[in-house]
């Protein structure tokens, strides 16, 4: 949080609620800020979460621009989520974040292979069933020709066809050969389902499906993440 007081930085105040909990992260009284006309940074871990950051003055006017010209600005995850100065006795931005906690399903290092079936998953946890999947890992491709294409689908229990996620073309998604990409990918739960698994496939520039034509052809897989949410 960036905080650029006013002429009265006695009256600035703010707080951090926790949408998840329905209670207050962090917060700041009024008299926190002894300093008129200083900027002011801070850093504080939170928890995962749903969150909504409200500024307030207890004279009224803000923190711009009758008596000096503040401003706030906040960040969450690294990222601007809000900003401001002109407002009366308070302003709120958000909400930002969510609720959700996700769980590693499965992880491993790297798969080098040409046409890649994981094993089945399961979608019940300790927690409970998930609703949810993301899947993030990095890739790489070894003499893939402007047109080949890297597809990643999923099946559920009982499917009988497989269901495509995204995919990766070489000249569009992707430009060079022997250099890793970073992918990540979010999908819900289809209703009564109990198990999961995931295939990568190829597809050639001449739509040819399956496993790669030449013995030099790869992808290779790494940081393969599964998560799940309920």
């Known amino acids: 949080m960036e905080l650029l007081t006013d002429d009265y930085p006695l009256e600035t105040s703010w707080a951090l ?3 998840c909990t329905g209670q207050n ?24 979460g749903e969150y909504t950051f409200t500024i307030s003055d207890t004279y009224g006017d803000g923190i711009c621009c009758g008596y000096g010209s503040g401003s706030y600005r906040v960040l969450y995850e690294r990222t601007e989520v809000g900003s ?23 992880e491993n290092d790297m798969f080098i292979q040409r046409d890649l079936k994981t094993d089945w998953f399961s979608l019940q946890t300790a927690n409970g ?8 890992f990095w890739f790489l491709t ?18 009988n066809n ?11 998604e992707f430009t060079k050969n022997k250099v890793w990409y970073e992918q990540e990918i979010e999908f819900d739960v289809p209703a009564g389902k109990n198990d999961f698994r995931f ?14 034509p030449g013995l030099e052809d790869f992808i290779y897989i790494d940081d393969f993440l599964v998560e799940g949410s309920t």
């Open 17 to 19: 609620q926790n949408s």
């Open 25 to 48: 992260q962090l917060s700041a009284s009024a008299g926190s800020y002894t300093d008129g006309e200083t900027s002011y940074v801070e850093n504080h871990c939170v928890p995962h």
């Open 84 to 106: 401001g100065a002109t407002f009366t006795q308070s302003e709120t931005v958000g909400p930002f974040g969510n609720c959700e906690q996700w769980e590693t399903v499965y």
């Open 129 to 136: 069933q998930l609703s949810k999947i993301r899947v993030s």
């Open 142 to 159: 070894k003499s893939f020709e402007s047109g080949d294409k890297i597809k990643l689908q999923v099946k559920f229990d009982g499917d």
């Open 162 to 172: 497989w269901t495509l996620l995204d995919s990766w073309m070489k000249g569009t």
């Open 199 to 212: 295939r990568y496939r190829y597809t050639n520039s001449n739509s040819i499906v399956g496993h790669l």
